[in-house]
């Protein structure tokens, strides 16, 4: 255990120091900036439009083109963004980074949601029919930008592959189930294994489905909690906000159990959990969203953007109140999906009989829409081999991280994350003439 130890602080110092430090924070800072501004700020300023067209997609009707309505991608991509990140790496965030991570994770999540747009307008642009509907995403736009890279197609689709297993989110469900019902793991783990195997056999109808039903769901009952706990919080919310807004550009102290956090460590921690919680740059929803039967590549892509404010400041905003409010963000609890299930538990009893369940109708539809991208980047390097070879690398690796804690899972999809978001966003800014942000 001393060796593992060892090499996952290796890993740590590479993520935060490296990765998610030096490199990745200039790389991610610089395409927001430079994205925001040739788009004129389309988060901020087109945002009408883009809710106009949500309510159109809403109201769509079935026809015999091939591919998927715009309301079931929307919803197979929205479910990998909305899942267990917005619960507990939000809360994990502002327990290393303070309450100042709140603020950036808001604000680099819904200024970030113009890359996330641009990585969809690409996907659509240069997707390719098959059979059954299309197929997109980085490994048919990033040859484009790298021509003279030959096998960068198949390194983001191994990428892409290792993250559609979400080992993180898997290991948050299962140590929920079998802590609070004393369940053993093997048996938590098997049953949720079923479970998505099974969601992802019928493709994006299924997985769209039942996104359509669980999120909109988790989204009315979460809200309602939250804005409970806020409202009867005896904190003061003007001194929170000062609190939130000072910590934002200077670091926050040693407080509780809270080691304290410098700048760099708070932007660093804000900004890769924004990238995964929201998949900015990631890429894999880029792969559902291209399935859709929509022609209206612009029109469509802006959906994201809806889906990334949907996810800021709603989700994530949420999540990161309750910890705040609640203070348990200074008390001593390692597994983030517990951290958030002790905050809602200062205002709600028999939370531990019910978090397995919210977590999991969270988690469940993140799980099978991030696994069933993986399928389509296996498929896309080996054919149907390529795709046998997924399910058992999927059985493989969720079966070796229940047994480990969701800490260290969280390592190696933030590790990956950020090795996919510098490769997808290299291309992106390589194909930056080609972005179209008229709707």
């Known amino acids: 255990m001393k060796i593992l130890d060892i090499i996952f602080e290796k890993i740590i110092f590479f993520n935060d120091v490296i990765l998610w430090g030096y490199l990745g924070m200039g790389l991610i800072l610089t395409s927001i900036i430079y994205l925001n501004f ?14 106009k067209y949500f309510l159109v997609c809403t109201r769509e009707k079935k026809t015999d083109d091939i591919g998927v309505s715009s309301m079931k991608a929307f919803f197979a991509g929205l479910g990998g963004c909305i899942g267990i990140g917005n619960l507990a790496a939000v809360g994990v965030a502002i327990q290393i980074g303070g309450p100042g991570a709140l603020f950036w994770v808001c604000v680099v999540s819904f200024l970030g949601s113009v890359v996330k747009y641009a990585e969809m307008m690409l996907a659509l642009k240069y997707r390719e029919p098959y059979a059954k509907g299309y197929d997109g995403g980085p490994m048919y736009f990033l040859p484009r930008a790298f021509p003279k ?110 080691a ?28 559902l969203q291209s399935e859709t039967r929509s022609r209206e590549i612009t029109k469509q892509a802006s959906l994201s953007i809806m889906g990334v404010f949907l996810n800021t400041f709603v989700i994530c905003l949420c999540s990161m109140l309750l910890v705040l409010v609640t203070g348990v963000w200074t008390e001593p609890i390692a597994d983030g999906g ?49 795709v046998k070879f997924y399910y058992a690398y999927g059985i493989f690796a969720f079966s070796i991280f229940s047994y480990f804690s969701s800490y260290y899972a969280l390592i190696i999809m933030t590790l990956v994350g950020g090795l996919l978001t510098i490769i997808n966003l290299s291309g992106i800014l390589r194909l930056r003439k080609e972005i179209d942000f008229e709707l």
């Open 149 to 258: 890279f030959k096998g960068i197609a198949v390194i983001i689709s191994v990428l892409l592959g290792i993250y559609g297993a979400d080992v993180y989110m898997f290991s948050v469900i299962k140590t929920s189930f079998s802590t609070n019902f004393h369940i053993p793991d093997t048996v938590a783990y098997l049953g949720l294994l079923a479970l998505v195997l099974l969601g992802v056999k019928e493709g994006i109808n299924r997985v769209g489905a039942i996104g359509a039903v669980l999120l909109p769901t988790f989204l009315a009952m979460y809200v309602g909690m939250s804005i409970w706990i806020v409202w009867t919080s005896p904190v003061s919310m003007l001194n929170l906000i000062k609190i939130i807004f000072t910590s934002a550009f200077t670091g926050h102290a040693a407080v509780g159990a809270f």
């Open 260 to 287: 304290g956090s410098s700048f760099l460590l708070m932007v660093s921690k804000s900004i890769s959990t924004s990238v995964y919680a929201s998949d900015i740059g990631v890429g894999y929803a880029s792969i």
């Open 38 to 51: 040739k788009s004129r700020f389309m988060p901020i300023t087109q945002f009408s439009n883009i809710f």
């Open 338 to 386: 517990m951290l958030v299930q002790a905050a809602l538990s200062k205002g709600f009893e028999n939370m531990t009989y019910f978090m397995p369940f919210f977590l999991f109708a969270i988690g469940y539809t993140s799980l099978i829409s991030s696994f069933l991208s993986g399928i389509k980047c296996a498929r896309f390097v080996k054919g149907k081999l390529g």
